[in-house]
């Protein structure tokens, strides 16, 4: 059974500071990694994606994947009252064909002005 | 550019009615998905379709039958609603393993 791990939040940030989200995978073959963002009663929104060990960045936001410890995460800088979201962590694993994403539960994240 | 259309965005049924929701994607994209989405349960896969021509169960699939009529389009039918089928039904399509892109969502109560 894959699973992705997500604290459930909800995490508390000021206006301006960076925002830190965690999730970790149990599927060590592992290939893929995407971080959607969710407002209230909308759909998924894809925001980043990773496939390589280290970092990518994306205006505000900067992706982290370490293989070897089964983790990714996502950095939001100078973050706005905008980001305020829930952020789904998903993961897609091993084998080829293999195109089933397995998602976290979600962090709500909260940007306090 | 619609990208996927989902019909229809909110639903109410009796238990026992059957319905179907429609998927629709105008990216080319060959593979499609059916998820639900539930209060502390996150995203779960019902019933995926990796390209034209193929279906395969995900990870809730009891209760559903999907079909994939063309390229474009991927529907899922509930042949005797129950209400533990009251959700939000998302429909997502990708390019293989690249990222998958999501419809707007059918919210479905079951009464």
């Known amino acids: 059974q894959k699973e992705v791990e997500q604290n459930s939040g909800p995490l508390s940030v000021p206006e301006g500071a960076i925002a830190s989200l965690n999730c970790t995978y149990s599927?060590?073959?592992?290939?893929?990694f995407f971080w959607y963002r969710q407002y209230s009663g909308k759909s998924p929104e894809l925001i980043m994606f990773?496939?390589?060990?280290g970092d990518k960045e994306d205006g505000r936001f900067t992706a982290q994947l370490n293989k070897a410890s089964q983790y990714v995460s996502l950095l939001i800088r100078d973050s706005q009252p905008s980001d305020s979201a829930t952020y789904l962590c998903?993961?897609?694993?091993?084998?080829?064909?293999?195109?089933?994403?397995?998602f976290g539960k979600g962090t709500k994240l909260s940007v306090i002005p | 550019n619609a990208g996927v259309t989902q019909t229809p965005k909110f639903q109410v049924l009796k238990t026992g009615q059957s319905m179907t929701l429609q998927c629709a994607q105008d990216?080319?994209?060959?593979?499609m998905y059916w998820y639900r989405q539930d209060p502390g349960m996150g995203l779960r896969l019902i019933y995926y379709?990796?390209?034209?021509?193929?279906?395969d169960k995900g990870e809730v699939p009891n209760g559903y039958n999907v079909s994939r009529l063309n390229k474009r389009e991927f529907s899922l039918r509930l042949e005797s609603a129950a209400p533990s089928q009251t959700s939000v039904y998302f429909c997502?399509?990708?390019?293989?393993?690249?990222?998958?892109?999501f419809g707007d969502g059918t919210r479905l109560s079951i009464l």
């Open positions: 997502a399509s990708s390019i293989m393993n690249q990222p998958q892109h």
């Open positions: 599927d060590r073959g592992s290939q893929s």
């Open positions: 990773i496939y390589s060990n």
């Open positions: 998903a993961v897609i694993g091993p084998g080829a064909g293999s195109y089933q994403l397995t």
């Open positions: 990216m080319n994209h060959n593979s």
């Open positions: 379709s990796a390209s034209e021509g193929t279906t």
